[in-house]
């Protein structure tokens, strides 16, 4: 089975654009969620989706992050504008339905603002 | 708030060394713990969880942790390490009643095994 998967690998882009993180989850899996690791610290929550709906975004830093998962299977997370302090490693997981189940990681999107 | 807490940025140890990773969650419900481990160069992997039942947990690759709830603790033990095993671990909590299925992780331990 194709695992988690996270697209691009790495994106450096200047502070003030806007860029776009995209995942794809197993397939099957209904709840998606998006973490951030700011260098050194430790892996934070941003949100879950079960399928196309938020099921909570308490982790998410600000408004100039908005996340979508239209039609329930892919999501992208947009950071517009882009800040310095946005710089980090984002990692997406998804898992099947039901609180026993564990999240299977992608490798994450390394994000560099300059 | 919720936080997991571990107790060591990083470590070094010689092969065939015993290891034991600390980890303690500040949380007073019910909770699933995990330990996902990260080689170099690849995506986070599951170690090990508890969900319930025996306290004591074996993993992939000889690994083990003990749930002791009195402590709030989940500590991550392999009695002989190897190169290999060289990684940044992370423990994990997932807290019933949040709403959903949110993971609270730790900082990250870094292991380097030395060969």
């Known amino acids: 089975e194709a695992g988690v998967t996270q697209f691009p690998s790495h994106s450096v882009i200047e502070k003030g654009q806007t860029v776009t993180l995209r995942c794809d989850p197993i397939?099957?899996?209904?709840?998606l969620y998006w973490y951030r690791r700011v260098m050194g610290k430790e892996i934070k929550f941003l949100l879950h989706?079960?399928?196309?709906?938020?099921?909570?975004e308490s982790g998410m830093p600000n408004n100039r992050f908005l996340a979508e998962r239209t039609g329930g299977t892919y999501s992208t997370l947009k950071v517009q504008p882009a800040e310095l302090e946005d710089s980090g490693v984002y990692f997406c997981?998804?898992?099947?339905?039901?609180?026993?189940?564990?999240?299977?990681f992608g490798d994450g999107t390394r994000l560099s603002i300059l | 708030a919720q936080s997991v807490s571990q107790h060591n940025h990083h470590v070094i140890l010689s092969e065939a060394a015993s290891l034991e990773l600390g980890c303690n969650y500040s949380y007073g419900g019910t909770v699933n713990l995990f330990w996902y481990v990260q080689y170099p160069g690849q995506h986070l992997q599951l170690l090990l969880k508890y969900f319930s039942g025996d306290p004591l947990v074996k993993g992939i690759k000889g690994f083990e942790a003990e749930f002791i709830k009195s402590k709030f603790s989940f500590n991550l033990r392999k009695p002989s390490v190897q190169w290999s095993d060289t990684a940044e671990y992370f423990c994990a909590v997932t807290p019933w009643g949040t709403g959903g299925f949110k993971t609270i992780f730790g900082a990250g331990t870094r292991l380097f095994v030395k060969a």
């Open positions: 989706f079960v399928k196309e709906s938020k099921q909570d």
């Open positions: 397939s099957g899996h209904d709840n």
């Open positions: 997981a998804s898992s099947q339905t039901g609180g026993n189940q564990p999240q299977h």
